[in-house]
């Protein structure tokens, strides 16, 4: 007959805090994978990218279309209007500059007694390195101050887990037309 050093119980009661102390450890480590299977965390990487954001709101190639508003035309500041997007995102300031991907959302007029927009773009990219990406934008946007930050609340592709910031400053700005210039600073894996 074999003994133990050790009462039956408290074997069990060490084994037991054995057992779930690994597992808190790799949890926090973030070392289990839903699969069961022990990885390591990915990189996080930053990434800045530089572009142009062109709305045409009038003319033969609009990109913007109002699908609601307030019918209070009195606003000066365009209270209660949501229009959808699907704006190109260029290289260069010029609209003719090369192609890198679309804005595709809405955005709708939230201020009363001062043109600020809700923000909720996907800017989706179509050239390069982060050609099928998207990153997910939600703010505001005080569209005539000349500096604008908005939230990078999420991504996909390259971009997946992304969160960081969109700096906007106008380029030019008529009655037909806005080019943006966008510095967008993110954090992924």
Known sequence: MAYSLLPKSSACTIFLFCFFFLVAVAVDAKLVHSDGVLHRPPKEKTSHLHFYFHDIVRGRNQTVVRVAGAGNRTSATGFGDVVMIDDPLTEGPELSSKLVGRAQGLYASSGLQET????????????????????????????????????????????????GYAIARTHSFDTNQATVEYNVYVVHY
């Open 116 to 163: 600020s927009l809700l923000m909720a773009v996907n800017y989706v990219f179509m050239e390069g390195k982060y050609n099928g990406s998207s990153l997910s934008i939600l703010g505001r946007n005080t569209a005539m101050r000349p500096v604008r930050e908005m939230a990078v609340v999420g991504g996909s592709g390259l971009f997946r887990m992304a969160r």
